[in-house]
């Protein structure tokens, strides 16, 4: 069992920068590839990136330059740093782990709470 519990989220203007954390328990994230998803109103749960138990990083086109997804492994903690950002990134931003490199949420296994990130024009 993961538990996952994202942080950082806030209000930010377009072009800013957020950086948002997600601290795993209960097992060690390095035995998963932790992804990022988003979801803004009314559209469905979106792949933003993840990060494999090497370091390997994979994102979507949409955020690829802009957002980088780096692990702690010692802190079992998760990062999204979010750069020259956007109004269409505006979403609850969630974290995920599971078992395989994949950017379907359903097949992910363990997912945090989420956090708002809203970014102003």
């Known amino acids: 069992q993961v538990q996952l519990v994202e942080s950082g989220g806030g209000l930010v203007q377009a072009g800013g920068s957020l950086r948002l954390s997600c601290a795993a328990s209960?097992?060690?994230?390095?035995?998963?590839?932790m992804s990022w998803f988003r979801q803004a109103p009314g559209k469905e749960r979106e792949f933003v990136g993840y990060?494999?138990?090497?370091?390997?990083?994979f994102y979507a086109d949409s955020v690829k330059g802009r957002f980088t997804i780096s692990r702690d492994n010692a802190q079992n903690t998760v990062y999204l740093q979010m750069n020259s950002l956007k109004p269409e990134d505006t979403a609850v931003y969630y974290c995920a782990a599971g078992t395989r490199a994949v950017t379907l949420p359903r097949l992910y296994e363990y997912w945090g709470q989420g956090t708002q990130v809203t970014v102003s024009s």
């Open positions: 209960g097992s060690m994230v390095n035995r998963y590839i």
């Open positions: 990060c494999m138990s090497d370091e390997m990083t």
